[in-house]
């Protein structure tokens, strides 16, 4: 190892692993990386509660965190010393072997043999969590400990909360140590690789391709993407990645040197056509026959859930999805003006039987129910129909009468080259009517309210917390909005 800032870390690795200049970049140039946005954020949150409740599966260990990442020294002299004493169990060890670093959620010592424990939060084991795991264990074992068994530590999907969380049964222990065996030569191979990297006067020269999204999104993409050109292959919508990287390897880059198109389906081939044009798509008499059966009154619809790993109410599961907020517009009739409501669920209780309550009155008028993605919301409803039995008639009345406006959009009756690919809301509503109703909001997209919503239940500042409320609201607002916009231009386009 050359330099201390050239020491390799478990995240180091498996960031080498996807692509060898993106560790050269974190390692040289750590300021070029793009700013981790609230959902990122909140996923590292969310694995770090997620470890510390593991925590109680081993009780009584010592913690040996750093105090900041930069004290891994600290960690590593702590864990080796109550590795020393033969303490029971230890949170948080951290170990060192020529130069790399990888920290353990738990290692226990039981029956004068050490186990080690990684926490995952999610339900399934995917190969970056054998590879992670095989890192731990090779630094581990290397630096002198032998490890009788490794496991991960996931959720257990068939979890169901009860009065309070059952920790035992919310987790479910796996052994990976045959897994991790298989994987060591590659592990060596690649922290051989990663000094060699970094051994290099400069970054090496990587193309962009579909590994700047798999297996993570790489957080150097608004330096290494700055520089492509908008008609560049890259930018092509409704191509995957893996497509466009095999598209590059034939030699072309840009859009328009596509002239065999026989390989795209019709999909794709009408998509590269208005990208050529600049003009939209449109299939008037799909259009026409779809809006003929939605009459006013009407209903404009939106949901948010947040889902939450680890459950907070009584009967809820690992990640199900809890609504918190609703906006419904109403409009009577073609003449009448567009009235507006919404409900958001306080922070704490489980409010979705007030949730449900609101929703059933708001919508006891005749009328169809619009909304953007029906998968969403009537997935919602049919799990407040299973939660709330008493309710499950009404509820699933309001399901018959939601007709999705997506629907037109994602059967390419129209599309806008101003979407660039993407069939959401959001990207639907600014291609079509020329402007963007969220540009105010502070809540960009669904993921982010989710994101938002969920912090709330960890916050104290009741400003802030009523702050983001308002911000949820006013977001979830605009989207009902814009559906109302987007189908009164449904209409036109019927009609001209
Ligand atoms: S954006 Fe792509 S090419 Fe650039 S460092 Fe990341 S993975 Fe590598």
């Not at 169990?89 to 951290?94: C, P, Q, R, S």
């Not at 290397?142 to 035992?168: A, K, R």
């Not at 929703?359 to 009328?367: D, N, V, Y």
């Not at 407040?384 to 629907?407: G, H, Q, S, T």
């Amino acid at each position: 190892m050359s330099s201390k800032k050239n020491n390799l870390s478990k995240s180091t690795l498996i960031r080498s692993m996807q692509c060898s200049k993106s560790l050269y970049l974190y390692k040289n140039s750590y300021h070029l990386r793009d700013k981790a946005g609230i959902t990122q954020q909140q996923r590292f949150d969310r694995g770090h509660r997620v470890g510390k409740l593991a925590h109680q599966l081993f009780p009584n260990g010592k913690d040996c965190s750093p105090p900041n990442p930069f004290s891994y020294d600290e960690s590593i002299a702590a864990t080796k010393l109550l590795i020393q004493q033969r303490y029971p169990v230890i949170y948080e060890a951290a170990f060192k072997h020529n130069g790399v670093l990888a920290a353990l959620d738990i290692i226990e010592f039981r029956d004068g043999k050490f186990y080690a424990y990684e926490v995952k939060s999610s339900f399934r084991i995917s190969n970056t969590y054998l590879l992670d795991a095989a890192i731990q264990y090779y630094i581990i074992t290397q630096s002198g400990i032998p490890l009788e068994d490794f496991s991960l530590v996931t959720i257990n999907n068939e979890y169901v909360m009860t009065e309070t969380l059952e920790v035992n049964t919310f987790f479910k222990k796996t052994s990976v140590l045959e897994e991790i065996k298989e994987r060591i030569p590659f592990i060596q191979k690649s922290i051989e690789d990663a000094i060699a990297i970094l051994d290099k006067p400069e970054a090496p020269e990587v193309n962009i391709g579909s590994h700047c999204t798999k297996p993570y999104p790489c957080d150097f993409q608004g330096y290494c993407w700055k520089d492509i050109e908008k008609a560049s292959i890259w930018y092509l919508p409704g191509i995957s990645m893996q497509e466009k990287t095999t598209l590059v390897a034939t030699g072309l880059t840009n859009i328009e040197e596509i002239q065999n198109t026989e390989s795209l389906n019709q999909r794709q081939k009408i998509i590269l056509e208005t990208y050529r044009s600049q003009l939209p798509y449109i299939e008037k008499e799909k259009i026409k026959n779809f809006i003929a059966d939605i009459k006013y009154p009407l209903y404009f619809f939106d949901v948010e859930a947040f889902q939450p790993a680890i459950p907070l109410f009584k009967n809820t599961q690992p990640y199900d999805r809890i609504p918190f907020l609703y906006s419904l517009h109403y409009k009577a009739s073609d003449a009448e003006v567009l009235y507006h409501e919404s409900y958001i669920s306080p922070i704490g209780n489980d409010a979705r039987i007030h949730f449900i309550e609101h929703f059933l009155t708001s919508t006891q008028r005749e009328g169809t129910i619009l909304v953007f993605n029906a998968l969403m919301e009537k997935g919602i409803l049919y799990k407040l129909a299973e939660a709330f039995p008493v309710y499950k008639k009404e509820i699933y009345d309001r399901i018959n009468r939601i007709v999705d406006i997506e629907i037109p959009f994602k059967e390419l009756y129209y599309y806008h080259p101003a979407q660039q690919g993407s069939f959401s809301l959001k990207a639907v509503g600014n291609a079509l009517l020329g402007r963007d109703e969220f540009v105010k909001s502070h809540v960009k997209d669904g993921e982010e309210a989710m994101a938002v919503y969920n912090e709330l239940f960890y916050m104290n500042d009741e400003i802030k917390v009523e702050e983001q409320l308002r911000a949820l609201k006013t977001y979830c607002k605009t989207d009902t909005y814009v559906l109302f916009e987007i189908f009164e231009q449904l209409v036109k386009l019927s009609e001209y």
